[in-house]
């Protein structure tokens, strides 16, 4: 069974940076596209950026410019950068495959997440 640990959240003030991380174990996740979504407190869980297999790269136009997903995948690992972070990107962050070509009974079961929390 494929398992999702992400990590690296932390309470920051805004300006600041973090790096997210997301572990897979269980699964071949060099050929999955993979994804970063995020869920703020009263709102639905949106893809914020995703990352082919080849590593083409997606972003919502909300963290483009602010937002890197890279990926390892001799460590089966998916990284967010994430740059002058804003409070509205507070959320509790996790990854998955990729939404937009993977079917939703296709997806991973979800992670734990990882809480980002910046400040003004």
């Known amino acids: 069974q494929v398992q999702l640990v992400e990590s690296g959240g932390a309470l920051v003030q805004a300006g600041g940076s973090l790096r997210l991380s997301c572990a897979i174990s269980?699964?071949?996740?060099?050929?999955?596209?993979m994804g970063w979504y995020r869920q703020a407190p009263g709102k639905q869980r949106e893809l914020v950026a995703a990352?082919?297999?080849?590593?083409?790269?997606y972003y919502v136009d909300s963290v483009k410019g602010r937002f890197t997903i890279s990926r390892d995948n001799a460590k089966n690992t998916v990284y967010l950068q994430m740059n002058s972070l804003k409070p509205e990107d507070t959320a509790v962050y996790y990854c998955n495959r990729d939404s937009r070509t993977a079917p939703r009974e296709r997806l991973f079961y979800w992670g734990q997440g990882t809480q980002v929390t910046v400040s003004s």
């Open positions: 990352i082919t297999s080849g590593g083409s790269t």
């Open positions: 269980g699964s071949i996740f060099s050929i999955y596209a």
